[in-house]
Nanobody
């Protein structure tokens, strides 16, 4: 199973980015998919999660700015990030969970800087 993340980059404060994550090599639907991030010197934190029934959860620091949604199929998830701040800088990791296993993508760098 592979989780392929894309869409990171450099953006100015107040700008937007959209991340995409697609799972391949899996024959069952993920129960939960989402994003975590890790800034230099900090612990990895949850950014946004979506369950198989469409429920969404957000970290307090990104509520009302980020939106997680399904992609083209059950094993694809998008993260629309608006009103980006320098504190949003970090490596963003895609995560997918089945009933028994958790999978991580390779991470994509997001840098918010003027």
């Amino acid at each position: 199973v592979q989780l392929q993340a894309s869409g990171g980059g450099l953006v100015q404060p107040g700008g937007s980015l959209r991340l995409s994550c697609a799972a391949s090599g899996i024959v069952v639907n993920m129960k939960v998919m989402g994003w975590y991030r890790q800034a230099p010197g900090k612990q990895r934190e949850m950014v946004a999660l979506m369950t198989v029934d469409g429920s969404t959860y957000y970290g307090d620091s990104v509520k009302d700015r980020f939106t997680i949604s399904k992609g083209v199929d059950q094993n694809t998830v998008l993260l629309q990030m608006n009103s980006l701040k320098p504190d949003d800088t970090g490596v963003y990791y895609c995560n997918g969970v089945t009933e028994s296993l958790s999978y991580w993508g390779q991470g994509t760098q997001v840098t918010v800087s003027s």
